[in-house]
């Protein structure tokens, strides 16, 4: 007997007509699927042509830019621009925030076009990860630089993995899986486990101790409950958690030896990183909170590269953590 698995085009067309939504979504989704798709391509071909070196660049953070971050950032912008949907994107890879269809556009698009860099020269798991907002329809817009709670949905790719999590805002967080055709098909709805027993924990553990005292003493008292997994990729290791529960995190670094190394305000991006992760979690069940214990979704971005710790995954450990850090 031939399976016919139900593809994401067509399982998002029955979700918009289901909520009575227009198609702008959907073509936006569209563009969103064409980079996702290119940046597979690119990514399983570039050890053979040479493109997963360094570019010898540096990007708004400071940090090294592969190749594949350009390759990626300028194929996502371009299928963006594309659709006619969007008003403005954030790119990790650049300073500024990018104009787009400024008139007619009616999203924002809050982009990490290749999270997980330090994979990429060994071609190992990277994700593509967006967050989306609506731009305010009736009357003038006047922020563009939305807390997660506003998103309508957010998702990620895992890359070259072949696997697509998408949440839609209280509608349920969903994954899809690649097929031989390269469509995403199969969506499966993802729920927290509440069973601890595949809970894990994942971190660097080699900054444990430069964490806050408070943070440092949780781990030593909880850790060693569930199995401990880090990539160094959160969309990989966020991926782990959405399916097995447990809780990431990437705690602020206050106690170096080397102040210089501190990071009072966490090691990752608020709209195309943190928030991203959290809106999916709580649509799978979760919650996430930042070094403060406040609700990660609640986080107003004063600028669009800013920073922020993240505790994110079962909601009775980031309850937990959260209640901690709020007493800290
Ligand atoms: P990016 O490659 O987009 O700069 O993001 C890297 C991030 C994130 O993916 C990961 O969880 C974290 O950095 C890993 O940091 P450490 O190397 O400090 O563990
Ligand atoms: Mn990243
Ligand atoms: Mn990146």
């Known amino acids: 007997m031939l399976q016919f698995e ?15 939504r227009t198609y702008h979504f959907l073509i936006l989704m569209n563009s969103i699927l064409n980079s996702a798709k290119r940046i597979q391509f ?11 070196g360094l570019a010898g660049s540096v990007n708004v953070q400071g940090e090294d830019v592969m190749q594949m971050d350009d390759i990626a950032n300028e194929l996502v912008k371009h299928y ?33 076009p290749m999270d997980g860099s330090s994979n990429v020269p060994h071609n190992l798991p990277i994700g593509f990860m967006f967050g989306i907002a609506k731009r305010n329809l009736e009357g003038p817009e006047d922020f563009h630089l939305r807390a997660g709670r ?25 994954r899809f899986h690649i097929d031989e055709t390269m469509n995403y098909v199969k969506p499966t709805r993802m729920a927290l486990p509440e069973g601890r027993r595949t809970w894990e924990i994942s971190y660097n553990s080699a900054n444990r101790d430069y964490y806050d005292a408070a943070v440092q003493k949780w781990l030593a008292e909880n850790e060693r409950k569930y199995a401990f997994r880090y990539m160094g990729s959160l969309a990989g290791d966020f991926h782990r958690i959405l399916t097995n529960g447990g809780m990431f995190l990437y705690p602020a670094i ?3 030896p080397d102040p210089k190394k501190n990071r009072p ?6 709209m195309y990183e943190a928030a991203v992760v959290a809106f999916m979690c709580r649509e799978a069940g979760g919650s996430a909170v930042d070094e403060r214990g406040r609700d990660l979704l609640d986080v107003a971005p004063e600028k669009p590269h800013q920073r922020t710790a993240l505790y994110v995954g079962s909601g009775p450990l980031v309850e937990e953590i959260g209640g901690i850090l709020r007493k800290s």
């Not at 925030?97 to 999203?107: A, C, F, H, Q, T």
């Not at 305000?265 to 608020?270: A, N």
Request: glycine share 10%.
């Open 6 to 20: 139900q593809t994401f085009m067509d399982f998002l067309i029955e979700h918009q007509e289901r909520f009575n």
């Open 42 to 52: 690119y990514y399983q071909t570039g050890a053979l042509h040479g493109s997963l």
């Open 80 to 112: 963006l621009r594309r659709s006619g949907r969007v008003v403005h994107a954030v790119s990790e890879e650049e300073e500024e925030i990018i104009p787009m269809n400024v008139e007619g556009g009616r999203y924002f698009v809050y982009y990490d």
């Open 150 to 174: 506003e998103y309508i949905a957010s998702g990620m790719f895992v890359i070259p993995t072949g696997t697509f999590t998408l949440a839609f805002r209280e509608a349920g967080c969903w």
């Open 254 to 256: 206050v106690n170096h």
């Open 265 to 270: 305000s966490g090691k990752l991006r608020l």
